[in-house]
Nanobody
Framework: QVQLVESGGGLVQAGGSLRLSCAGSGRAFNSYHVAWFRQAPGKERQFVAAISWTDGRTYYARPANGRFTISRDNGKKTVYLQMNSLQPEDTAVYYC??????????????????RGQGTSVTVSS
């Protein structure tokens, strides 16, 4: 069993930065690939970034590429999402999810084995 808890959200001005954390529990957490998703008000949940547990490879959705960085600290059982140059359109609830299958381009939110409750990010203009 794996539990995921997101933190680090908040209010930031456009151009600012935030670092989100996804803390995992359970002995098997470091055997899971982890992804970040986000859901803006009135919109569908969308994939943001993913990181593999085996070799640390990463994959980003286009809106995140170049501005966001996903990383993981297996010793702390935590995955991070560093978000820079934030814009109002980045306002959303951010969620992390874990799965044993590395398929960031095809796995949907609901298909992930474990999913967190989210942390809210608001970017003011």
């Amino acid at each position: 069993q794996v539990q995921l808890v997101e933190s680090g959200g908040g209010l930031v001005q456009a151009g600012g930065s935030l670092r989100l954390s996804c803390a995992g529990s359970g002995r098997a957490f470091n055997s899971y690939h982890v992804a970040w998703f986000r859901q803006a008000p009135g919109k569908e949940r969308q994939f943001v970034a993913a990181i593999s547990w085996t070799d640390g490879r990463t994959y980003y959705a286009r809106p995140a590429n170049g501005r966001f960085t996903i990383s993981r600290d297996n010793g702390k059982k935590t995955v991070y999402l560093q978000m820079n140059s934030l814009q109002p359109e980045d306002t959303a609830v951010y969620y992390c999810a874990a799965d044993t299958d590395w398929s960031p381009t095809t796995l949907t939110w609901r298909e992930y084995d474990y999913r967190g409750q989210g942390t809210s990010v608001t970017v003011s203009s």
